[in-house]
């Protein structure tokens, strides 16, 4: 089956310090991998994308973060925290295969903490 | 430019009235999605649409109708509303170009009690 782990319900960090959220997956075929970000009582928004190519990717906000296939991962990373970054975070992923259907992971709480 | 917006914000129905969660952009998007989010569980595909007059079912369809006669809107239907559709239902649309690699642009979302 088709799925989106992230194995950290919540991460603490010190403002200043760098963060890493993380993200596998499994799907068939080459997946497109995204990040969205939660405040609360809105909506997600997108953060960012991997489709292809460089595996390093850079998205809004100071964040970035590294495709690995061999070990199915798309960890989220930015290098120096910020209070505000505190919310709620989701990978989701689009399986080349079923383009219409995204699966979402069950998020991770990011805490910062000044 | 409003993106998406959902309507009611909040909802507190009895077990068995039914109700239409209305979602709307004017992005001229084709792609349009229902969700629920659960503590825990992170979003679950209700339904989907790739254009007007084509819907399709997602991950939890069941007690859920959607139809959609126009590109702006895609409401979502509870039949007969039982406690365990007590969530919080988010409407996303994105463009279908390049096999799905569009971010999705989210409503901020209804929260539906069902006592």
């Known amino acids: 089956a088709q799925s989106v782990a992230q194995p950290e319900d919540q991460v603490n960090v010190a403002e200043g310090n760098p963060l890493t959220v993380k993200c596998t997956y499994s799907?068939?075929?080459?997946?497109?991998l995204f990040w969205y970000v939660q405040y609360p009582n809105r909506g997600l928004q997108f953060l960012l994308k991997?489709?292809?190519?460089?595996?390093l990717v850079k998205g809004s906000y100071g964040f970035e973060a590294e495709f690995n296939k061999s070990q199915t991962s798309f960890h989220l990373k930015k290098p120096s925290a910020l209070v505000s970054d505190s919310a709620l975070y989701f990978c989701?992923?689009?399986?080349?295969?079923?383009?219409?259907?995204?699966?979402f992971g069950s998020g991770t709480r990011l805490s910062i903490r000044p | 430019n409003a993106g998406v917006t959902q309507t009611p914000k909040f909802q507190v129905l009895k077990t068995g009235q039914s109700m239409t969660l209305q979602c709307a952009q004017d992005?001229?998007?084709?792609?349009m999605s229902w969700y629920r989010q659960d503590p825990g569980m992170g979003l679950r595909l209700i339904h989907y649409s790739v254009g007007a007059g084509i819907t399709d079912q997602g991950e939890v369809p069941n007690g859920y109708n959607v139809s959609r006669s126009t590109t702006e809107d895609f409401p979502l239907r509870l039949l007969s509303a039982a406690p365990s559709q007590t969530s919080v239902y988010f409407c996303a649309s994105s463009l279908t170009g390049d096999r799905g690699v569009q971010p999705q642009h989210f409503g901020d979302g209804t929260r539906l009690s069902i006592l």
């Open positions: 991997y489709i292809t190519g460089d595996n």
């Open positions: 799907v068939s075929g080459n997946p497109y």
């Open positions: 992005m001229n998007h084709e792609y």
């Open positions: 989701a992923v689009r399986p080349y295969s079923s383009a219409s259907k995204i699966i």
